[in-house]
């Protein structure tokens, strides 16, 4: 069976009943069973694990290592491999059957890479970020690195409302009128204590669905760009950001867009689009006052809705 890793059908994946678990964690929520031919696919399978090419590695991301040459892409983590053949569009995953926590985190990894590098070749940006949207509104993407905030203020956010597309991976793709979000949704990494505003230090998954139910959307024209950043001693404020910060931070984000040489050109444009055609940027400081607090962070972000 392959399933539909976005809307349109176009990015399929396929798991091998014994990778199964190795994959569980990465694998989007809600995924549909593809009835037509998907124009790149993704396997997931149980198998030796090749050795590692003795070169440094083009791209890092976790614990897997990708080597670029030409039009295909070796990755290799510690327990699983694989190949991405950009010119047919398929990637083939390896995890070697008895890999416990390391394979499970490998494949998580080359899951990340072979889907950006395979969405890139279909003109589109896989980005780690969160999506929200306001009612009557478009999607507002929250871009940065882990720890940044992202997830905590999409579900405070949704607790205002608002709905999500996803607090950990977005799609960016070109529109008729302007950039397109999608959403692969996972379950929230937030603080154990967050909806009563207090910070415990344990961060644990709570399902999407369960937490705000029918709030969940799939895609959604794109409305801006937020660069959020924790600082507890600070007021939560907003401010202008530069349409090249925030397109730094987005090809930060999406390394992998720039493995394929022949894409790369077309989702940088992309990307560039994101940042500077949408509505301005904006830098969100997020302080200690607006942590769990869902009127707090709707009136410090009321200055950039319509």
């Given at each position: 069976?392959?399933?539909?890793?976005?809307?349109?059908?176009?990015?399929?994946?396929?798991?091998?009943?014994?990778?199964?678990?190795f994959a569980a964690r990465w694998l989007p929520q809600g995924l549909a069973e593809l009835t037509t031919p998907p124009r790149a696919t993704i396997a997931v399978r149980t198998g030796a694990v090749?050795?590692?090419?003795?070169?440094?590695?083009?791209?890092?991301?976790?614990?897997?290592?990708?080597?670029?040459?030409?039009?295909?892409?070796?990755?290799?983590?510690?327990?699983?491999?694989?190949?991405?053949?950009?010119?047919?569009?398929?990637?083939?995953?390896?995890?070697?059957?008895?890999?416990?926590?390391?394979?499970?985190?490998?494949?998580?990894?080359?899951?990340?890479?072979?889907?950006?590098?395979?969405?890139?070749?279909?003109?589109r940006a896989l980005i780690h970020g969160a999506a929200v949207m306001p009612p009557g509104d478009g999607a507002w993407v929250l871009i940065g690195d882990s720890g940044s905030g992202k997830s905590t203020t999409c579900a405070t956010l949704c607790r205002a409302g608002w709905s999500y597309l996803s607090d950990d991976q977005v799609i960016l793709s070109t529109a008729e009128r302007g950039v397109t979000a999608e959403g692969w949704v996972r379950p929230f990494h937030v603080d154990r204590d967050w909806e009563r505003g207090e910070r415990s230090g344990t961060r644990v998954t709570r399902d999407a669905g369960a937490l705000f139910p029918g709030q969940r959307r799939v895609t959604a024209p794109l409305a801006g760009l937020l660069l959020p950043r924790v600082a507890e001693k600070h007021s939560t404020a907003l401010a202008p950001a530069d349409p090249a910060e925030a397109l730094a931070e987005l090809i930060r984000q999406s390394p992998w867009v720039l493995l394929d040489r022949g894409a790369a050109p077309v989702v940088l444009d992309l990307l560039a689009a994101a940042a500077s055609r949408c509505r301005p940027p904006h830098r969100l400081t997020l302080g200690a006052d607006s942590y769990g607090s869902p009127e707090r962070m709707k009136r410090v972000l009321v200055s950039i809705l319509p």
């Open positions: 069976m392959t399933l539909s890793l976005t809307a349109d059908g176009a990015l399929g994946i396929t798991v091998e009943a014994g990778a199964a678990g090749p050795e590692r090419p003795a070169t440094l590695p083009t791209l890092t991301v976790g614990p897997v290592a990708g080597w670029m040459s030409d039009r295909y892409l070796i990755l290799r983590g510690s327990a699983a491999g694989g190949d991405v053949d950009l010119t047919s569009g398929q990637a083939v995953l390896r995890v070697a059957p008895d890999a416990g926590d390391t394979g499970e985190g490998d494949v998580y990894g080359m899951l990340t890479i072979a889907a950006g590098v395979l969405l890139a070749g279909l003109g």
